[in-house]
């Protein structure tokens, strides 16, 4: 009866069945990287990069529950994610909002939650962040 033996691999052997499972390996990556080009037409559309359009801006920041363009004064309805967010992201939102809403309007843009104001920003006043009094703060901590 005859055994059957392996021959340990060389160097060579290993560095030979390495290089076709590199090569092996890339070829099925790349395959797999390519694809259609053309894109399905049913697709959701979102806006790409910074519109000029505040109320499209309004439309698409989760940050947001509602606004009212029907004044001069933009007023934006806000949700806990805004409030929660920190205070330089806050104002920066307001501050896009602002230079959106103003140039086509003479108001600013008031920010509230929950029907409470707590920022705005004006033309005169630039961005202002509402602070509660010691009293409103001891209500709440109760």
Request: charged share 20%; hydrophobic share 25%.
């Amino acid at each position: 009866m005859k055994t059957l033996t392996t021959k340990p691999l060389n160097r060579s052997g290993i560095a030979r069945t390495s290089l076709w499972l590199l090569i092996t390996g890339a070829m099925i990556l790349a395959s797999g990287c390519g694809g259609d080009s053309q894109h399905s037409g049913t697709a959701t559309k979102y806006p790409t990069g910074v519109s000029p359009d505040v109320e499209q801006q309004l439309k698409y920041d989760a940050r947001v529950e509602s606004y009212d363009t029907s004044g001069d004064t933009l007023t934006v309805n806000v949700n806990e994610g805004w409030l929660n967010s920190p205070p330089g992201m806050q104002e920066r939102s307001v501050g896009q909002w602002f230079t959106l809403w103003h140039s086509n309007h003479s108001g600013g843009v008031v920010v509230q939650h929950d029907g409470n104001k707590v920022a705005s920003w004006t033309n005169d006043g630039g961005y202002k962040p509402e602070t509660k009094s010691k009293s409103e703060e001891s209500h709440t901590e109760s």
